[in-house]
């Protein structure tokens, strides 16, 4: 397919800074923006091209929630609501961005172990009305280089958390792995943001075969 388009009809732009965008919403050269992404973003990008009556085609992500109903469990929810989130690469109109489940599946006094000793879960939102997780696998007795390596991998795609904190947004890190292991093994690793320990608590908060961000909200 490639072949058959003539040079200079596609052109492939990236860019780590927002200055190509701003470049490309406000210059008059440009006929037309399409955006798939934030509702912020979208706006801004509005504003941006009306002062050259640009066309705009926007597919924002709203709060499109995957409802966990009393007769479903939560386990599948879980399941479906981190294939659905991460779809796409999360850039879609549809992509969900929570999950909501009833309040009687809900034990938020349920307690895990962190740095600390036990807290806890409803601790881990840090007074915050939604909750990031990522659960990582865990093979007890394992060394720190036989543990799961897309799991070690993905850890460190969220190093700082200040972004989700700023806009209402806790992150944690979950396994099934006992916390005498789990410590050392995230020292070692120099992971930064909070880990804690499922053991014996929940079997879908991060057991060996589980794993994936999920995303919860206090009501």
């Known amino acids: 397919m490639y072949d058959q388009i003539p040079a200079g009809v596609v052109s492939v732009l990236t860019s780590s800074t927002v200055e190509s965008g701003v470049l490309m919403t ?28 640009k066309k705009t085609f926007l597919e924002l992500g709203g709060k499109s929630a995957c409802l966990v109903l009393d007769d479903e469990s939560v386990d599948f929810g879980v399941m479906m609501a981190a294939m659905a989130t991460c779809s ?35 601790d881990l939102f840090q007074g915050r009305d939604e909750l990031v997780v990522y659960q990582h696998m865990w093979y007890d007795g394992a060394p720190h280089q036989g ?30 792995g006992p916390w005498d292991e789990v410590a050392p093994f995230v020292e070692f690793m120099g992971y930064t943001q909070p880990w804690y320990s499922v053991r014996g608590v929940v079997s879908r908060g991060g057991g060996r075969g589980s794993l994936g961000f999920s995303i919860c909200r206090r009501c």
């Open 26 to 53: 406000t210059d008059p050269r440009v006929d037309m923006i399409t955006f798939t992404g934030s509702t912020p973003v979208g706006k801004a990008i509005t504003v941006a091209a009306s002062d050259t009556l």
């Open 88 to 122: 796409h690469a999360g850039q879609g109109c549809a992509i969900l961005s929570r999950l909501a489940v009833p309040r009687d599946k809900f034990d938020g006094a349920v307690e895990i172990v962190g740095p600390g000793g036990p807290v806890p879960f409803v």
């Open 147 to 176: 543990q799961c390596e897309g799991c070690t991998f993905l850890a460190w795609h969220v190093d700082d958390a200040v972004y989700l904190n700023a806009r209402g947004v806790s992150f944690a890190v979950l396994t099934s």
